[in-house]
């Protein structure tokens, strides 16, 4: 490092630190790390955001510390404004705007959004006083969002629907209620609201990243969190991705020729894992399959659910 100031260890202007990297299974050293300490963690504000004492919850709402650590990996920060597209009960913004971000969020279901009996997402935000930097939300479709393709978002994170605790839906009829829902919409004089299908996992993270492409600007992060069964992942047989775990769980990422893959982080489940995936949005073109994930994770939701052998 070169340093050639006096070593004052009651009173130091730099702190070195050394981390250690250890196999969870081999117990064997895999990495030494030494460098300048930064800053500290910070478990109170873990402790300040835990679901728990939360006024307003749901199903499928994201661990608190999980919420952070997404928003800490897209770089939230006073000025920068966020959005969550599949925003749910609004974890990720009160994390983005604890850090000084402005957020808001959207969802076809407008009922998560809202609550009842007085709670609901208004209701964290007053808990939190985040009022001047949680903007809000709004009802909308991922797949038919109603935003021009200008570039004004720094980052986006979220928890996409993998129909384990809530399916995802967009606007659309199926074949089977086309005419039936039709002919009851002609004959009634109250409001309707508009038919959904089912949204395919690999169409939604589709949907996704090109919204991401579209609207980040450049160096934008999409922060998400992507579930992928051990057994996909074990089919993937080609001898790269058999060597390196790390290009194994590229494989089942889905790439735009505009989105640069950062970082990615597991955590285990039984059967299955969940990936936080880090992308950012680059100019110059990226070196991927436009549009293209190696592996299908439609068939996540049966995997699932399949008995375990």
């Not at 702190?15 to 064997?28: G, N, Q, R, S």
Request: overall charge neutral; proline content about 5%.
């Amino acid at each position: 490092m070169n340093w050639k100031g006096p070593v004052d260890l009651n009173n130091p202007n730099v702190e070195v630190v050394v981390l250690e990297h250890w196999h969870p299974i081999t117990a064997k050293l895999i990495h030494v790390y030494v460098g300048r300490l930064i800053s500290e963690g910070n478990s109170t504000l873990v402790n300040a955001y835990d679901n728990s004492k939360r006024t307003y919850l749901g199903i499928t709402t994201m661990d608190a510390e999980l919420s952070l650590i997404s928003a800490n990996i897209a770089l939230a920060r006073p000025g920068t404004l966020i959005c969550d597209p599949f925003v749910g009960t609004g974890a990720f913004l009160f994390s983005a705007s604890n850090f000084g971000a402005y957020s808001f969020g959207c969802d076809i279901d407008g009922r998560q959004m809202r609550g009842k009996d007085g709670k609901g997402i208004e209701a964290n935000v007053a808990q939190y006083n985040l009022e001047s930097t949680v903007l809000g939300c709004f009802v909308t479709d991922m797949a038919h969002h109603p935003w021009a393709k200008r570039r004004f978002l720094d980052a986006i994170i979220c928890d996409p629907p993998y129909g384990v605790r809530a399916g995802a839906k967009k606007i659309g009829k199926t074949e089977a209620t086309t005419r039936k829902q039709q002919k009851k919409v002609a004959r009634s004089t109250t409001h309707n609201y508009p038919l959904t299908q089912p949204y395919e996992i690999d169409q939604v993270l589709h949907d996704l990243v090109t919204f991401a492409a579209q609207h980040l600007i450049p160096k934008g992060r999409l922060v998400y969190w992507l579930p992928v069964a051990n057994e996909i992942l074990e089919s993937i047989t080609d001898p790269l991705a058999v060597e390196n775990p790390e290009i194994r769980l590229q494989r089942v990422i889905p790439q735009h020729e505009n989105m640069r893959l950062v970082s990615v982080s597991t955590q285990l489940f039984g059967k299955w894992q969940r990936l936080l995936v880090c992308q950012e949005y680059v100019e110059e073109m990226v070196d991927s399959n436009h549009h293209q994930a190696g592996i299908s994770l439609n068939t996540f939701r049966d995997l699932y659910f399949a008995p375990s052998e």
